[in-house]
C-alpha cells in the first residue's frame, strides 16, 4: 500500500508574528503512517508567500512524484538547462544615516534587505526527538511560507508546511514608479500604515542617492487607527543608473524605515534621415546637431551607398541574428538570405564564424522534413503533434522561392505538403482541431491557394468559391 510510504511532517513555529530582524526559531516532528517518530534528513525554505502566489508555487510533495499512479510510459529528459550562472539580488548600497537638518531621524533602523526567500537549507538531520533550525528574518514586512521536504534511507517521503507574519506597528511600503528616465521629474514616495492602536501625527522624512531630493524632505500627515496615506516628495532623476531612496517615519515610540532602489534609464530616441540624389562632382551635405543632448552619450553615424537595399541593414541583421528555433522563426531567418542571394555583398553585416549564406540556408532546409508530419503537415516544434495549415503554407512558400534561387529541396517534401493544403481546401481536416477564428481560417485559405498556385497546382473553383466568401 504506498500510503505506508508517506510522512507525517509537522512544522512548529515558535509564535505565529514577529517583527523585522527578529531570531525565528521552528521545530519539525516526523512520523511515519503508523504514528511513531522516524529519523529522517527534511529541505526546509522560508519564502515571501507574495512570490509564491504570484507563481502559483506550491509546497514539494516528493510521494506523488514517487508513488502516484501512472500509466507505462518512456520520457526522455536532461538537466543541461538548469545549469545557470546563479545571479546575485541582494538588496545594494550602504548603512543608513542621519541627515543634516534631520537629527530627530539619527540612529533610526533603516529596512533595506528585502529578500524573497529567508531561509534555505537543503539537508537538515532529524532525529527521533525531533529537530530545530533557527535563523534572522530580512526586512521584508510580509507573511513567510515555511515548506518542509522530508526522506528516510528507506524511501519514505512526505511535506508539511506553516506560515508566520512579519509586520511592525507603524510601516512604510513602496509607493515608487518601476523606473525613471534621466531628466524626469516626478513625485513618489511611500503608503504610511497606522496599526499602534492609537492616532497622531506621524513625521516623515526622504532622503535620494544617485537622483535629486527637489523641495521639502520631510513632512507631517495625521492618521487615526487603521488609518494609510500615501506620502509623496519630488525627485529628479539627473544620474543614469541605480538610485537608492531612503524613507522614515515616526510616531512617539513607533518608527518605521525603508531603503528602496530606482532604476534611471536614459531614454533613447534613434532618428534616421535618408538624402538621394546623383552627383558626377563632389558633395557637401551639413548635418545640424541640436542642442540639447547629452554631450557623452550617443553619437552620430553617417553612411553612403548605392543602393536602396541599404536601407535594409539592420532588419536584415535582426533577421539573421533572431535567437529563437521554431520553424516559421527558421524560415524566416533564411527568407532574406535567399531573395538576395546575389546582392548580400551591398550589406555590411558578419555571419557566424566559418559560415557563408549559402551554408546557413541548405542546413536549415535540410531539417524542415524533421518538421513534417505523416499527413504531409509541418508543425512548428520537431517534437509537436499539432500541424498547423498557416504553417504548412510558409512553409511550402519559402521552399519554392528557395528552389527558384537554385537551392535543393526534397520533392517528396513538396508533394506532401501540397496533398495536404489540398485536403485542408477541401474540408478533410477537422477543424476543431485547430485554434482558429472565422478570419483567420479565411486567411489560411487565400495563403494556401496562392502557395498552390505558385507550385503549379492552382484550385480555380475553390478560388471564386472564396471570392464570393469576401
Known amino acids: 500500500d504506498p500510503a505506508q510510504k508517506r510522512l507525517d511532517v509537522e512544522v512548529i513555529p515558535e509564535k505565529k508574528e514577529y517583527s523585522p530582524q527578529d531570531r525565528v526559531r521552528i521545530a519539525i516532528k516526523v512520523r511515519n503512517s503508523a504514528g511513531k517518530a522516524v529519523a529522517c534528513e527534511v529541505s526546509v525554505a522560508v519564502v515571501d508567500m507574495g512570490v509564491l502566489n504570484l507563481i502559483g508555487y506550491k509546497t514539494p510533495d ?21 545549469v545557470i550562472e546563479e545571479i546575485d539580488l541582494s538588496a545594494k548600497g550602504v548603512s543608513p544615516g542621519g541627515d543634516g537638518g534631520m537629527e530627530k531621524f539619527a540612529g533610526m533602523p533603516i529596512r533595506e534587505r528585502l529578500v524573497p526567500t529567508a531561509y534555505w ?12 533550525i533557527d535563523f534572522e528574518l530580512p526586512d521584508n514586512l510580509t507573511t513567510f511560507k515555511i515548506m518542509v521536504t522530508a526522506l528516510t534511507k528507506d524511501s519514505l517521503f512526505g511535506s508539511g508546511e506553516e506560515k508566520v507574519t512579519v509586520k511592525k506597528p507603524l510601516l512604510l511600503k513602496s509607493a515608487l514608479p518601476g523606473f525613471a528616465r534621466m531628466g524626469d521629474s516626478f513625485e513618489a514616495g511611500v503608503v504610511v500604515y497606522n496599526y499602534t492602536g492609537e492616532e497622531g501625527e506621524i513625521k516623515l522624512s526622504a532622503k535620494a542617492e544617485g537622483i535629486s531630493l527637489k523641495g521639502e524632505k520631510e513632512d507631517k500627515v495625521f492618521l487615526r487607527d487603521g488609518e494609510s496615506r500615501e506620502v509623496r516628495f519630488l525627485f529628479e532623476a539627473d544620474t543614469i543608473g541605480q538610485a537608492k531612496l531612503s524613507f522614515k517615519a515616526m510616531m512617539g515610540e513607533y518608527s518605521d524605515g525603508i531603503a528602496l532602489n530606482l532604476a534611471v534609464y536614459l531614454p533613447r530616441q534613434t532618428e534616421t534621415v535618408a538624402l538621394f540624389g546623383d552627383s558626377l562632382k563632389d558633395e557637401q551635405e551639413e548635418i545640424l546637431i541640436p542642442e540639447d543632448i547629452y ?3 550617443g553619437g552620430v553615424s553617417v553612411a553612403i551607398s548605392s543602393s536602396l537595399l541599404f536601407s535594409l541593414k539592420n532588419p536584415f541583421a535582426s533577421l539573421l541574428n533572431y535567437p529563437y528555433r521554431c520553424l516559421e522563426q527558421r524560415l524566416s531567418r533564411i527568407f532574406p538570405l535567399i531573395l538576395f542571394k546575389n546582392r548580400l555583398e551591398s550589406f555590411d553585416f558578419s555571419l557566424p564564424e566559418g559560415q557563408n549564406p549559402d551554408e546557413i540556408v541548405e542546413e536549415t532546409l535540410k531539417e524542415v522534413s524533421l518538421y513534417q508530419k505523416p499527413n504531409g503537415g509541418f508543425s512548428f516544434w520537431q517534437d509537436s503533434s499539432y500541424d498547423s495549415p498557416y504553417l504548412t503554407a510558409y512553409t511550402l512558400f519559402i521552399l519554392k522561392k528557395a528552389q527558384e534561387a537554385g537551392y535543393g529541396v526534397p520533392s517528396t517534401v513538396m508533394e506532401r505538403g501540397s496533398a495536404y493544403l489540398r485536403e485542408f481546401l477541401h474540408g478533410k481536416l477537422k477543424k476543431e482541431k485547430y485554434p482558429y477564428r472565422s478570419a483567420s481560417w479565411i486567411s489560411s485559405e487565400a495563403f494556401s491557394l496562392y502557395v498552390l498556385s505558385l507550385l503549379g497546382k492552382p484550385e480555380p473553383a475553390y478560388i471564386e468559391h472564396l471570392y464570393r466568401k469576401r
Open 121 to 132: 537549507n537543503p539537508a537538515v538531520e532529524i532525529g527521533l526527538k525531533g529537530g530545530e
Open 62 to 82: 516528493a510521494f506523488d512524484t514517487f508513488y502516484s499512479h501512472r500509466p507505462l510510459s518512456v520520457k526522455t529528459s536532461e538537466t543541461r538547462s538548469y
Open 295 to 297: 554631450p557623452d552619450i
